[in-house]
């Protein structure tokens, strides 16, 4: 089959009818150009107006000449990189919007060395302290209860640090929850203690029965 000859150059720069008699010149880029555009889109001279155009291409094979047509729509173009000449458009960045992320309370351990800063003995299982900047909950390491249950000599360090998190989140919850009762009814302060242990109490019995009471979970459900 015969060859088909390129496009001669005075066709690659196809004039495009519009309303009213405007006329818009297509400029394809490099070939290279083409790998992030979407499909379907020509660069046009970056003064087109926005309108409708009708593109009209003609190619000669042999003694004979086809011809087509394409309909072309100008939209508003894309943002120039900013260094001139023909640098690729890039889409203009959609301003992101910072939300106020409401930042819950922070759980801290305190250890054996702490004690007297805060005032802790053996049986303490922790305090809430609550501010304008937010709400701090400690919780006692070496609470007796929980010293007992995370020196087990069978557990390994990963084990261990597994109680750990078993204990800390609903203890911590617990001791806020009843940070806010003594607030709305000023309870006394042994009153306070009496209920933050049966909150530890609970917890390690829940999560930790073989260390609590030396049986395994299904034992002491039986």
Known sequence: SPTRPPPSPSRCRSPCAGRGGDRLELRPDRVGEFGDRPPGELRDHQHAAVGDYKLIATLRV???????SIAITVVEGRERDGRGGRGKGRMKKKAKEKRQVPVGP???????????????????????????????????LDFDKLFEVLSNPRYTPPVVEARKSAYMVPTALGLYRIHQLDNENDL???VVRRMQT???????????????????????ED
């Open 188 to 190: 006394p302060d042994d």
């Open 106 to 140: 922070e759980v801290n351990w305190i250890k054996r060395d702490g004690w007297d800063e805060h005032d802790y003995t053996a049986t303490t299982v922790g305090h809430v302290d609550e501010s304008d900047r937010g709400v701090d909950i400690y919780l006692n």
């Open 198 to 220: 049966v909150v530890a109490d609970s917890v390690l019995l829940a999560t930790d029965p073989e260390g609590v009471l030396g049986m395994s979970a299904e034992e002491a």
């Open 62 to 68: 042999g003694n004979q000449e086809l011809t087509d």
